[in-house]
């Protein structure tokens, strides 16, 4: 079975622009979630959705918005880029909630 | 603000020995307590998870002790092997969310 993958792989914006991240996650998981890493820390917790519905909202600006297909895949959008939006981006994937998540290996998105 | 705290930070073991890695958190409504491991340029993987009314869990090397009291939680790796030299996270959770902590290193040495 495929595992949650997430494209693209690496990427590199300038400030100010947008960026669209997809996340498809693992066949029969409904819940998707987005999470932010920053070098050297832990991830932190975005978006949950499940069921198309948004269930969950991290400490995070409005310039980050996220949404749920009927497929269950999802997309994070990222407005206003800043620097200190640099980070590896990671979507996990759940049949419900935060229970037993399966990471992608993320998006490592770099902001110049 | 919910807080998980990870301790130690990094950690240096000889191949065959005990790694030992704590947590401890202060939301009580976490319900599921996990640690994951994360290896360099990937997402962090499951290893292990425990539930709040066991204190105990084992599977292979790699075991969990719970102190719901204490609020507390610790992952035990036996056997170190190099292969075990990864980031560790613990990542107490509830419906919606996982809370990581700040990661410890764990370096293991032939």
């Known amino acids: 079975d495929a595992g949650v993958t997430q494209s693209p792989t690496h990427l590199i914006k300038t400030r100010g622009q947008h960026v669209t991240l997809r996340c498809s996650p693992i066949s029969g998981h409904k819940s998707v979630s987005w999470y932010q890493q920053v070098l050297g820390q832990g991830p932190q917790f975005i978006f949950q959705?499940?069921?198309?519905?948004?269930?969950g909202r991290g400490n995070f600006p409005d310039r980050f918005s996220a949404r749920q297909f009927p497929n269950y895949s999802s997309e994070l959008n990222v407005n206003a880029l800043l620097l200190g939006d640099s980070a590896l981006y990671l979507c996990?994937?759940?049949?419900?909630?935060?229970?037993?998540?399966?990471f992608g290996s993320g998006t490592r998105l770099t902001v110049v | 603000q919910q807080q998980v705290k990870q301790s130690p930070q990094s950690l240096i073991v000889q191949k065959g020995g005990i790694s030992i890695i704590n947590c401890a958190y202060e939301?009580?409504?976490?319900?599921?307590f996990p640690w994951y491991q994360q290896f360099p340029g990937k997402g962090p993987a499951l290893l292990i998870a425990i539930r709040p009314d066991v204190s105990e869990k084992k599977e292979g090397r790699f075991t969990i002790s719970f102190n719901k009291s204490a609020k507390q939680f610790s992952l035990h790796i036996m056997d170190s092997q190099p292969g075990d030299s990864a980031t560790y996270f613990c990542?107490?959770?509830?419906?919606?969310?996982?809370?990581f902590g700040t990661g410890t290193r764990l370096q293991v040495f032939p």
């Open positions: 959705y499940y069921e198309k519905e948004e269930r």
């Open positions: 939301n009580t409504a976490f319900d599921y």
């Open positions: 996990a994937s759940s049949r419900r909630g935060a229970y037993g998540y399966t």
């Open positions: 990542a107490p959770a509830n419906t919606d969310k996982l809370i």
